[in-house]
């Protein structure tokens, strides 16, 4: 990497370890035969993309979620298999992010919403004696909180224009290919980080 001053960091396989095929996986032994056409790694219906823009609630999810996978699930079966996916939180990567932030100006942007959030924070909180997460960052962009998502290239530019970055200045590092070609069209320098390779592996 040449001319990096700043790195726009993704959050799951990045720094916490996710596996979609165990939410699916989840959904599949409670009845929903069809979870992977509304949901996966690369590709979420308009369900799913409110969901992670915050333009509806977790009760209005589930809701709708009832309706278009035809159950009865109750709101907290739903979560529990929503939230399978999330895995554990390695510490090791947060040292290594201690030591990163000392030289470059460190952003997070995840796509996630606030049911995953909730659970996330539960898991940081558990595995960091409560540290706060957040705080390694100079700012830490959850799209239900911002209302905009990966890999739409404006929102990677409206986190530039934020923060007043430029974009040639600036890599973003993601484990998802569609959110990494996202980047290329605003402008960003790109690692596409996949398993089984970590930010532990990375030379910045």
Known sequence: MTSIKNILF???GIFM???YSLTEKAF?????????DLYTQHHATT????????KITPEQFCDTFRTISKTVL???QIYKAWNAMLLDFPLERIEWLKQIKETYKVYLYSNTNKIHYDA?????NETMNNDDFNSYFIKAY??????FRKPYAASYTAILNEQHLLAEETVFIDDTLKNIE???QAGLQTIHLTYPKTVLDLSL
């Open 28 to 36: 599949i032994e409670l009845g929903v035969l069809n979870f992977a």
């Open 10 to 12: 993704d959050l799951g």
């Open 142 to 147: 959850y799209s239900h909180e911002c209302g």
């Open 182 to 184: 996202g980047a290329k």
């Open 47 to 54: 369900l799913f993309e409110d969901l992670e823009t915050g």
């Open 74 to 76: 109750s709101n907290q």
């Open 17 to 19: 370890n996710i596996d």
């Open 120 to 124: 996330f924070i539960k898991i940081v």
